[in-house]
């Protein structure tokens, strides 16, 4: 069946150090959205890409689509306390309703 | 608007019971889905339903039942509940159509002894 890769599994970085989570798929996507789940909470909506090489920017956080529609990013520059939690890509999967999650990327990061 | 609500929140079961894991929506969304986050797994689709009377297998159905007799109610059935199963369920709703957000509970964190 469809996978959605995503890498690294971890990410330690000091406060301040930017910080880049990647997800690939073998099959080209539609959408892709991306979620943020905070340490014993629930994933929460960041956002939603559909067009090839689309880039969407959220004050520090910036998403980019691949050209083909195979891969994403989330970025994340001068990271802060506040964006610790698990990162998670989130993509159909093709011909369904059905919404495939990544792996997710754990950020820690430390003051 | 409570949005999407689970319960029970924690729940012990010993290998062999059976219980219903509730979910619950206010926004009128048609499509629900159930999802168990395990450690180094993400997020895996049990089952998932398009609308009343519709459902549908996700990645990792088996041991698990769904209904959906109403647009806001997606109970998640386990039949004989097995130490493998020990999770956290998330519930999530979103409205139909492509690409829309989608909204999740909680959770319920579930032990099998």
């Known amino acids: 069946g469809q996978q959605v890769m995503q890498i690294p599994q971890y990410q330690h970085v000091q406060e301040g150090e930017d910080f880049t989570t990647y997800c690939n798929s073998s099959?080209?996507?539609?959408?892709i959205q991306w979620y943020k789940q905070r340490p014993g909470g629930h994933p929460v909506f960041l956002i939603q890409?559909?067009?090839?090489?689309e880039v969407k920017k959220q004050k520090r956080l910036t998403f980019q689509f691949g050209e083909a529609k195979k891969n994403s990013s989330l970025h994340i520059t001068a990271t802060q306390t506040t964006d610790v939690g698990t990162y998670f890509c989130a993509a159909p999967a093709s011909g369904t309703y059905k919404y495939i999650f990544g792996t997710g990327t754990r950020l820690k990061v430390l003051a | 608007n409570a949005g999407v609500t689970q319960t029970p929140k924690f729940q012990v079961l010993k290998t062999g019971q059976s219980m219903t894991l509730q979910c619950a929506q206010d926004?009128?969304?048609?499509?629900m889905s159930w999802y168990r986050q395990d450690p180094g797994m993400g997020l895996r689709l049990i089952h998932y339903s398009v609308g009343a009377g519709i459902t549908d297998q996700g990645e990792v159905p088996n041991g698990y039942n769904v209904s959906r007799s109403t647009t806001e109610d997606f109970p998640l059935r386990l039949l004989s509940a097995a130490p493998s199963q020990t999770s956290v369920y998330f519930c999530?709703?979103?409205?139909?159509?492509?690409?829309?957000?989608?909204?999740f509970g909680p959770g319920t964190r579930l032990t099998v002894l």
């Open positions: 999530a709703s979103r409205p139909s159509g492509v690409g829309n957000e989608q909204f």
């Open positions: 890409l559909v067009k090839s090489g």
């Open positions: 099959t080209t996507l539609s959408n």
């Open positions: 926004m009128n969304h048609e499509y």
